[in-house]
Each structure stands twice: as C-alpha cells, then as structure tokens.
C-alpha cells in the first residue's frame, strides 16, 4: 500500500527535477491530478479486504513456520535495519523519477555521435537497461542471497524447458517489452505525464488478479480505479486535444 501511494508521488518528483535542473516551469494541472491520482491510490489500497477462510489458514501455518525457521539474515537486512519503509518506498519513487527524467532527456537529444537514427536508439538504449538491470539481478543474487553459489547453480540446472520457457517469456514481455515501449513513449509524452500514467500500475495489477486469481473486487476499488485512471489519463488526454486544435487553427489560418 505505502509503495503503491509512493509510486503515485513519481509525477510531482519529476516535475521538481525538471524543475531545477533543466528550468522547466511546473504544470498546475499536472500536479493537481497528481494529488488526485495519489488520493485516489490511498482509496484503493485501504480498501477492505476479503479473506477466505483458506487463505487465513495458510497465513497462521505461515507464521508458525516462520516461528520455527526463522529466515537467515542477509546483508540488506542490515543495511535497512530502522529504516522506515516508507522511507524505502519514497526513495524508490525518487530513483523511478529519475529514470523517467533522463530516459526522457536522453532520447530528447539523440545520438550525439550521429551513428544512431530514428528508433534503432531507442532500441539501443532499451537493450543496454535490459542488460545492466539483469546484471545487477545477477550481482545481487549472489551477494544478497542465503544459499551459496553452487546451490543457486544447481537449482537452474534442475529447471525443466518450459520452466525456462516461462522465464523468457516474463523476461521479454514484463521487463524488456515495457522498456522498449517507453522510450518510444518518450517521443510524444513528456515525463511529468508518462509517470501520472505509470501510476495506473497498482491498478492493472489488481485487475489481472481479479481476471485471473478469481480475487474479490468491491466498490471501493471500483470508485478509486475509476479515480486513478481519470487522473493519471485525463492530462494527456487534454494535452492531445490541444495540439489537435492548434494543428486546426493552423489550417484554418
């Protein structure tokens, strides 16, 4: 819930940067559905939720079974050790605020050196964060992991083809796809809108969950998805009108 109405602050952040470093004035239209794409958030990860008899059993085995075996403790563990969540989930919405900054300023300027044209730079730059962000993955599995090297090993040499299969796939569609799509976003949305749009994220989620996990979906969440998506869409629905009608008033001239 804290990261989901943290995630919902990317747009004001990124206007703060845009702000200072590059002069921009802030919208503000931009940071009042922002504060609405938030309050609309809030509504919906407070919204009550429905336990099925199964799931409470399995919530008290899992406790019990924490009780017992407790998790080994790992190197993050002590780095975050009192620090608030929310202060975890607020930095993360500022690092994702930056992301979406300089992804944005980046394809802005283009290749510099000239080599690179049209969309192949933005497939470069798409593929160069595919690969750093599964490097680090990889890096931090091992540095951040309770099992040694030789276990992690073993455990993927036992991962059957459609196994392997599945991973591709959740690979290429969930991180590689979305990262291809954004950058070519980049061209026709400015950040500030791009991350109002980003915050309908907590939203998809839990539709996929009702589609597909059969998951409980009651008035709430339908009254604060119904906000979430009126203000995280509405600004670039109105910035698409006004170039619309500037680009008719040009005719018409």
């Known amino acids: 819930s804290t990261c989901s109405v943290a995630a919902a602050s990317t ?50 085995l899992d406790r019990i079974f924490s009780f017992l075996v407790p998790a080994p403790k790992l190197p993050h563990d002590a780095i975050f050790a009192g620090v608030p969540g929310e202060a975890i989930a607020l930095a993360g919405a500022v690092f994702f605020a930056c992301h979406v900054w300089r992804c944005n300023r980046i394809i802005s300027n283009g290749d510099s050196s000239g080599r690179l044209a049209g969309s192949d730079f933005e ?19 091992l540095v951040d992991s309770p099992y040694a090297l030789g276990k ?22 969930c991180t590689a796809a979305p ?41 709430q969440e339908v009254v604060s998805g119904i906000i979430i998506l009126v203000c995280s869409l509405t600004p670039s629905l109105l910035d698409i009108l006004s170039v619309k009608a500037s680009e008719e008033a040009e005719k018409d001239a």
């Open 179 to 219: 990262a291809v799509l954004e950058l070519f976003a980049f061209r026709v949305v400015n950040p500030a809108l791009s991350s109002l749009i980003y915050c309908t994220i907590p939203l998809w989620g839990t539709v996929l969950g009702v589609i597909f996990l059969r998951e409980p979906f009651g008035l």
């Open 11 to 60: 747009g004001v952040i990124v206007q703060g940067l845009e702000f200072v470093f590059d002069g921009k004035p802030i919208s503000p239209r931009v940071a009042l559905f922002s504060a609405g794409t938030i309050a609309g958030i809030a509504l919906f990860v407070t919204a009550p939720v429905v336990v099925t008899p199964g799931s409470a059993v399995q919530s008290i």
């Open 152 to 173: 992690q090993l073993d455990v993927l040499n036992r991962l059957d083809a459609n196994t392997w299969l599945e991973i591709f796939a959740c690979g290429a569609v």
């Open 123 to 141: 497939l470069a730059i798409a593929t160069a964060q595919s690969l750093l962000a599964a490097l680090l993955c990889a890096v931090f599995t």
